[in-house]
Protein backbone atom coordinates (compact mmCIF):
# COMPACT_ATOMS: atom_id res chain seq x y z
CA UNK A 1 0.00 0.00 0.00
CA UNK A 2 1.37 3.40 -1.06
CA UNK A 3 2.47 5.51 2.22
CA UNK A 4 0.14 8.85 2.48
CA UNK A 5 1.61 12.46 1.70
CA UNK A 6 1.55 15.02 3.81
CA UNK A 7 2.12 18.47 1.76
CA UNK A 8 2.83 21.21 4.21
CA UNK A 9 2.12 24.52 2.95
CA UNK A 10 4.35 27.31 5.59
CA UNK A 11 6.05 30.01 5.46
CA UNK A 12 6.21 33.77 6.62
CA UNK A 13 2.77 35.44 7.00
CA UNK A 14 1.64 37.18 3.94
CA UNK A 15 3.65 35.14 1.73
CA UNK A 16 0.46 33.53 -0.23
CA UNK A 17 -0.14 30.44 2.04
CA UNK A 18 -3.42 30.26 2.24
CA UNK A 19 -3.82 30.62 -1.92
CA UNK A 20 -1.33 27.81 -2.71
CA UNK A 21 -2.41 25.21 -0.28
CA UNK A 22 -5.97 26.17 -1.67
CA UNK A 23 -4.79 25.43 -4.99
CA UNK A 24 -2.96 22.09 -4.20
CA UNK A 25 -6.20 20.90 -1.96
CA UNK A 26 -8.17 21.56 -5.15
CA UNK A 27 -5.46 19.70 -7.40
CA UNK A 28 -5.43 16.56 -5.41
CA UNK A 29 -8.67 16.28 -4.07
CA UNK A 30 -7.96 16.35 -0.26
CA UNK A 31 -8.60 18.64 2.68
CA UNK A 32 -6.76 21.25 4.50
CA UNK A 33 -6.14 21.20 7.76
CA UNK A 34 -5.04 24.65 9.49
CA UNK A 35 -1.73 25.16 11.44
CA UNK A 36 -2.27 28.74 13.04
CA UNK A 37 -2.22 28.60 16.96
CA UNK A 38 -4.88 32.15 16.27
CA UNK A 39 -7.08 31.15 13.40
CA UNK A 40 -8.43 28.30 15.25
CA UNK A 41 -10.06 30.67 17.49
CA UNK A 42 -13.90 31.86 16.36
CA UNK A 43 -14.52 35.66 16.45
CA UNK A 44 -11.34 37.03 14.94
CA UNK A 45 -11.56 36.39 11.36
CA UNK A 46 -10.17 39.44 10.38
CA UNK A 47 -7.03 39.95 12.49
CA UNK A 48 -5.84 36.50 12.49
CA UNK A 49 -6.19 36.54 8.29
CA UNK A 50 -8.69 32.93 8.64
CA UNK A 51 -9.31 31.70 4.54
CA UNK A 52 -12.06 33.91 3.05
CA UNK A 53 -15.60 32.54 2.64
CA UNK A 54 -14.96 31.57 -1.10
CA UNK A 55 -11.40 29.61 -0.24
CA UNK A 56 -13.96 27.57 2.58
CA UNK A 57 -16.24 26.71 0.45
CA UNK A 58 -13.72 25.71 -2.27
CA UNK A 59 -12.48 23.21 -0.21
CA UNK A 60 -13.12 21.11 3.11
CA UNK A 61 -10.82 22.93 5.70
CA UNK A 62 -10.20 21.85 9.55
CA UNK A 63 -9.47 23.63 12.63
CA UNK A 64 -10.23 27.01 11.03
CA UNK A 65 -12.58 29.28 13.59
CA UNK A 66 -13.83 26.46 16.02
CA UNK A 67 -12.68 27.00 19.35
CA UNK A 68 -14.22 29.84 21.64
CA UNK A 69 -11.47 32.72 22.73
CA UNK A 70 -11.32 31.31 26.22
CA UNK A 71 -10.43 27.94 25.34
CA UNK A 72 -6.85 26.34 25.81
CA UNK A 73 -4.72 25.39 22.96
CA UNK A 74 -0.99 24.31 22.52
CA UNK A 75 0.98 22.64 20.02
CA UNK A 76 0.70 19.34 21.75
CA UNK A 77 -3.12 19.24 21.16
CA UNK A 78 -2.35 20.39 18.00
CA UNK A 79 -0.67 17.52 17.05
CA UNK A 80 -3.05 14.88 18.43
CA UNK A 81 -6.16 16.85 17.13
CA UNK A 82 -4.05 16.59 13.29
CA UNK A 83 -2.95 13.30 13.90
CA UNK A 84 -6.83 11.71 14.51
CA UNK A 85 -7.95 13.84 11.28
CA UNK A 86 -4.95 12.69 8.92
CA UNK A 87 -6.17 8.83 8.60
CA UNK A 88 -9.14 9.85 7.10
CA UNK A 89 -8.59 12.36 4.96
CA UNK A 90 -5.69 10.06 3.93
CA UNK A 91 -8.76 7.83 3.17
CA UNK A 92 -10.83 9.67 1.34
CA UNK A 93 -8.19 11.38 -0.66
CA UNK A 94 -6.23 8.91 -2.45
CA UNK A 95 -3.32 9.14 0.19
CA UNK A 96 -2.51 13.19 0.14
CA UNK A 97 -3.67 16.12 2.87
CA UNK A 98 -2.50 19.61 2.50
CA UNK A 99 -1.53 21.26 6.06
CA UNK A 100 -1.47 25.34 5.64
CA UNK A 101 -0.17 27.68 8.52
CA UNK A 102 2.81 29.42 9.88
CA UNK A 103 2.75 28.62 13.89
CA UNK A 104 6.19 26.50 13.33
CA UNK A 105 5.82 24.58 16.93
CA UNK A 106 2.44 23.22 15.12
CA UNK A 107 4.06 22.78 12.05
CA UNK A 108 7.18 20.71 14.24
CA UNK A 109 4.98 19.07 16.12
CA UNK A 110 2.88 17.27 13.24
CA UNK A 111 5.98 16.60 11.32
CA UNK A 112 8.38 15.69 13.98
CA UNK A 113 6.36 15.13 17.17
CA UNK A 114 6.52 16.98 20.42
CA UNK A 115 7.76 15.90 23.79
CA UNK A 116 5.03 14.59 26.07
CA UNK A 117 4.51 17.62 28.59
CA UNK A 118 1.40 18.62 30.82
CA UNK A 119 -1.85 20.37 30.10
CA UNK A 120 -1.90 23.45 31.57
CA UNK A 121 -4.86 23.77 34.09
CA UNK A 122 -6.66 26.61 34.54
CA UNK A 123 -5.44 26.92 37.96
CA UNK A 124 -1.56 27.09 37.26
CA UNK A 125 -2.37 29.56 34.17
CA UNK A 126 -4.18 32.16 36.37
CA UNK A 127 -1.33 31.31 39.39
CA UNK A 128 1.32 32.43 36.42
CA UNK A 129 -0.48 35.03 35.20
CA UNK A 130 -1.42 36.74 38.00
CA UNK A 131 2.07 36.93 39.52
CA UNK A 132 3.46 38.27 35.67
CA UNK A 133 0.55 40.92 36.18
CA UNK A 134 1.93 41.80 39.60
CA UNK A 135 5.58 41.60 39.76
CA UNK A 136 6.35 41.71 35.83
CA UNK A 137 9.00 39.28 33.80
CA UNK A 138 11.42 39.88 36.05
CA UNK A 139 9.59 38.02 38.88
CA UNK A 140 8.67 35.37 36.36
CA UNK A 141 11.70 34.60 35.35
CA UNK A 142 13.09 34.13 38.55
CA UNK A 143 10.91 31.56 39.86
CA UNK A 144 11.95 29.81 36.46
CA UNK A 145 15.36 30.16 37.58
CA UNK A 146 14.91 28.83 40.94
CA UNK A 147 13.11 25.79 39.88
CA UNK A 148 15.06 25.31 36.20
CA UNK A 149 17.89 26.96 36.26
CA UNK A 150 18.75 25.54 32.67
CA UNK A 151 15.77 26.33 31.04
CA UNK A 152 16.02 29.93 32.35
CA UNK A 153 19.75 30.11 31.29
CA UNK A 154 18.52 29.31 27.80
CA UNK A 155 15.56 30.60 27.20
CA UNK A 156 15.19 34.19 25.26
CA UNK A 157 14.25 36.52 28.40
CA UNK A 158 12.43 39.28 25.99
CA UNK A 159 10.11 35.95 24.65
CA UNK A 160 7.85 36.38 27.53
CA UNK A 161 5.30 33.46 26.32
CA UNK A 162 8.15 31.54 26.31
CA UNK A 163 9.37 32.66 30.03
CA UNK A 164 5.67 32.24 31.17
CA UNK A 165 5.09 28.78 29.43
CA UNK A 166 8.44 27.39 31.07
CA UNK A 167 7.22 28.44 34.65
CA UNK A 168 3.82 26.84 33.90
CA UNK A 169 5.33 23.26 32.89
CA UNK A 170 7.57 23.47 36.47
CA UNK A 171 4.48 24.03 38.21
CA UNK A 172 2.24 21.93 36.61
CA UNK A 173 4.72 18.74 36.17
CA UNK A 174 6.57 19.24 39.40
CA UNK A 175 9.76 18.84 38.06
CA UNK A 176 12.17 21.03 35.67
CA UNK A 177 10.69 21.60 32.14
CA UNK A 178 14.58 21.12 30.87
CA UNK A 179 13.93 17.02 32.06
CA UNK A 180 11.08 16.74 30.10
CA UNK A 181 12.35 18.15 26.80
CA UNK A 182 13.85 15.38 25.14
CA UNK A 183 14.01 16.86 21.03
CA UNK A 184 13.35 13.33 19.91
CA UNK A 185 12.24 12.94 16.42
CA UNK A 186 9.12 10.60 15.95
CA UNK A 187 8.65 8.24 12.99
CA UNK A 188 5.14 9.04 11.34
CA UNK A 189 3.32 6.68 9.11
CA UNK A 190 3.12 9.24 6.34
CA UNK A 191 5.91 11.10 4.10
CA UNK A 192 6.17 14.90 4.25
CA UNK A 193 6.81 17.36 2.03
CA UNK A 194 7.45 20.80 3.52
CA UNK A 195 7.06 23.93 0.88
CA UNK A 196 7.40 27.40 1.50
CA UNK A 197 6.88 31.05 -0.91
CA UNK A 198 10.58 32.40 -1.13
CA UNK A 199 9.49 36.18 -1.58
CA UNK A 200 12.13 39.03 -2.02
CA UNK A 201 12.18 40.81 1.44
CA UNK A 202 10.75 44.12 0.52
CA UNK A 203 7.62 42.23 -2.14
CA UNK A 204 7.02 40.37 1.32
CA UNK A 205 7.07 43.40 3.53
CA UNK A 206 4.60 45.73 0.83
CA UNK A 207 2.14 42.59 1.33
CA UNK A 208 2.46 42.87 4.98
CA UNK A 209 2.05 46.43 5.09
CA UNK A 210 -1.11 46.26 2.25
CA UNK A 211 -2.84 43.14 3.71
CA UNK A 212 -3.16 45.12 7.23
CA UNK A 213 -4.23 48.20 5.50
CA UNK A 214 -7.28 46.05 3.75
CA UNK A 215 -7.84 44.79 7.37
CA UNK A 216 -8.51 47.73 8.42
CA UNK A 217 -10.76 48.38 5.85
CA UNK A 218 -12.78 45.43 6.48
CA UNK A 219 -13.19 45.67 9.63
CA UNK A 220 -10.79 45.27 11.98
CA UNK A 221 -11.41 47.94 14.37
CA UNK A 222 -14.86 47.14 14.98
CA UNK A 223 -14.32 43.09 15.28
CA UNK A 224 -11.27 44.35 17.90
CA UNK A 225 -13.42 46.45 19.67
CA UNK A 226 -16.68 43.41 19.95
CA UNK A 227 -13.47 41.34 21.82
CA UNK A 228 -11.98 44.03 23.75
CA UNK A 229 -13.26 43.16 26.90
CA UNK A 230 -12.15 39.72 26.74
CA UNK A 231 -8.38 41.49 26.25
CA UNK A 232 -7.15 39.26 28.91
CA UNK A 233 -7.11 35.86 27.20
CA UNK A 234 -4.22 34.46 25.54
CA UNK A 235 -5.89 34.08 22.54
CA UNK A 236 -5.98 37.80 22.14
CA UNK A 237 -2.46 38.29 23.43
CA UNK A 238 -1.70 38.64 19.59
CA UNK A 239 -0.84 41.35 16.71
CA UNK A 240 -3.37 42.75 16.10
CA UNK A 241 -5.28 43.31 18.85
CA UNK A 242 -2.55 44.11 21.15
CA UNK A 243 -1.93 47.48 19.11
CA UNK A 244 -5.89 48.21 18.72
CA UNK A 245 -6.38 47.46 22.22
CA UNK A 246 -3.52 50.18 23.42
CA UNK A 247 -5.21 52.80 20.82
CA UNK A 248 -8.74 52.00 22.68
CA UNK A 249 -6.95 52.31 25.99
CA UNK A 250 -5.51 55.86 24.70
CA UNK A 251 -2.15 54.82 24.39
CA UNK A 252 -1.58 55.69 20.93
CA UNK A 253 -3.31 57.38 17.96
CA UNK A 254 -5.41 55.18 15.07
CA UNK A 255 -2.61 55.93 12.63
CA UNK A 256 0.13 54.81 15.05
CA UNK A 257 -1.73 51.56 15.93
CA UNK A 258 -2.02 50.58 12.61
CA UNK A 259 1.47 51.43 11.75
CA UNK A 260 2.81 49.26 15.12
CA UNK A 261 0.79 46.38 13.56
CA UNK A 262 2.83 46.32 10.36
CA UNK A 263 5.85 46.52 11.84
CA UNK A 264 5.37 43.86 14.44
CA UNK A 265 4.04 41.55 11.83
CA UNK A 266 7.45 42.27 9.96
CA UNK A 267 8.80 41.42 12.88
CA UNK A 268 6.93 38.14 13.37
CA UNK A 269 7.91 37.61 9.67
CA UNK A 270 11.46 37.99 10.25
CA UNK A 271 11.39 35.20 13.04
CA UNK A 272 9.29 33.19 10.87
CA UNK A 273 12.09 33.02 8.42
CA UNK A 274 15.05 32.54 10.82
CA UNK A 275 12.56 29.35 11.99
CA UNK A 276 12.73 28.02 8.20
CA UNK A 277 16.45 27.69 8.32
CA UNK A 278 16.94 25.74 11.31
CA UNK A 279 19.05 22.84 10.56
CA UNK A 280 15.82 20.58 11.71
CA UNK A 281 13.65 22.14 9.13
CA UNK A 282 16.63 22.40 6.45
CA UNK A 283 13.78 20.12 4.15
CA UNK A 284 11.67 22.97 3.61
CA UNK A 285 11.46 23.75 -0.68
CA UNK A 286 11.46 27.32 -1.37
CA UNK A 287 9.39 28.25 -4.43
CA UNK A 288 9.10 30.81 -6.56
CA UNK A 289 5.93 33.29 -6.64
CA UNK A 290 5.29 33.54 -10.10
CA UNK A 291 5.40 29.64 -10.44
CA UNK A 292 4.48 28.02 -7.20
CA UNK A 293 1.60 25.84 -7.72
CA UNK A 294 3.24 24.03 -10.67
CA UNK A 295 6.59 23.46 -8.98
CA UNK A 296 4.99 22.17 -5.29
CA UNK A 297 2.51 19.32 -7.69
CA UNK A 298 6.31 18.77 -9.35
CA UNK A 299 7.71 17.86 -5.90
CA UNK A 300 4.72 16.07 -5.09
CA UNK A 301 4.51 14.09 -7.70
CA UNK A 302 8.33 12.81 -7.69
CA UNK A 303 7.94 12.47 -3.75
CA UNK A 304 5.10 9.90 -4.55
CA UNK A 305 6.98 7.70 -7.22
CA UNK A 306 9.77 7.87 -5.18
Known sequence: MKTPTLIVVTGATASGKTGLAVDLAQRLGCDIISADSRQIYRDIPIGTAQPTEEELAAVPHHLVGVLPLDSYYSASLFE???????PDIFRRSGGRAVVCGGSMMYVDALCNGIDDLPTI?????????????????????????????EYAGTVDASNHKRVIHGLEICLESGCSYSSLRTGERRKRPFNVVRLAIDRERDDLFGRIN??????????????????????ALN???????KEMFAWFDGLMDRETAVARIQKNTR????????????????????????????????????????
Open 80 to 86: QDALRLL
Open 267 to 306: VYAKKQLTWLKRPSVAETVMLSPQTATEEAMEIVRANETE
Open 121 to 149: SDQTRQLVLDLYNREGIGAVMSRLMDLDP
Open 235 to 241: SLNTVGY
Open 210 to 231: RRVELMMASGLEEEARRVYPQR
